[in-house]
């Protein structure tokens, strides 16, 4: 029987296919356990959220689902401010008190974001038509309104 010798490049290209393959391993793993981590943190953060900072004003309810709408100021016109790309009510923090000296003024924390609930449903412009339309009528805001977005 004649021995095979194993060519010395193909030694190296072994051990270092072996090399590369425990690397990726333990990246997989520490990614995995950042992920992980990452989703503790939020759901820690959010369980801390709600009992540290309860919200505000009213929540309404739309579908089976809280959703939070505060109104301030009184007046003839009303304004439904609407804060938009993933933002929500706090985010006019500074132009409410302005407006509410001399109209009604209604935020609101659409579904998934601030103080309300989370809905099943799309996000595209028909289902977030729909979604503000319901929550208006839910919180009993006064048409005709001038509805505000950013």
Same mark, same amino acid.
């Given at each position: 029987?004649?021995?095979?010798?194993?060519?010395?490049?193909?030694?190296? /290209?072994?051990?270092?296919? =072996? /090399?590369?393959?425990?690397?990726?391993?333990?990246? &997989?793993?520490?990614?995995?356990?950042?992920?992980?981590?990452?989703?503790?943190?939020?759901?820690? =953060?959010?369980?801390?959220?709600?009992?540290?900072?309860? #919200? #505000?004003?009213?929540?309404? /309810?739309?579908?089976?689902?809280?959703?939070?709408?505060?109104?301030?100021? +009184?007046?003839?016109?009303?304004?439904?401010?609407? +804060?938009?790309? =993933?933002?929500? @009510?706090?985010?006019?923090?500074?132009?409410?008190?302005?407006?509410?000296? @001399?109209?009604?003024?209604?935020?609101?924390?659409?579904? &998934?974001?601030?103080? /309300?609930?989370?809905? +099943?449903? &799309?996000?595209?412009?028909?289902?977030?038509?729909?979604?503000?339309?319901?929550?208006? *009528?839910?919180?009993?805001?006064?048409? #005709?309104?001038?509805?505000?977005? *950013?």
């Amino acid at each position: 029987m004649r021995e095979r010798r194993v060519p010395a490049l193909a030694r190296q /290209s072994g051990e270092t296919m =072996g /090399s590369l393959g425990k690397i990726l391993k333990w990246l &997989g793993i520490l990614v995995l356990a950042v992920l992980i981590a990452g989703a503790l943190y939020q759901q820690i =953060g959010a369980a801390l959220d709600a009992k540290l900072a309860p #919200p #505000p004003a009213e929540m309404v /309810s739309v579908d089976g689902r809280q959703i939070h709408v505060a109104c301030s100021g +009184a007046g003839a016109r009303t304004y439904v401010l609407d +804060a938009g790309a =993933g933002a929500w @009510s706090w985010e006019f923090w500074s132009l409410k008190p302005l407006l509410a000296k @001399s109209a009604r003024v209604c935020t609101l924390d659409r579904p &998934g974001l601030g103080w /309300s609930d989370t809905m +099943a449903g &799309g996000h595209d412009v028909v289902a977030t038509a729909d979604q503000v339309y319901k929550i208006i *009528h839910a919180a009993k805001i006064p048409t #005709p309104f001038i509805y505000v977005g *950013h």
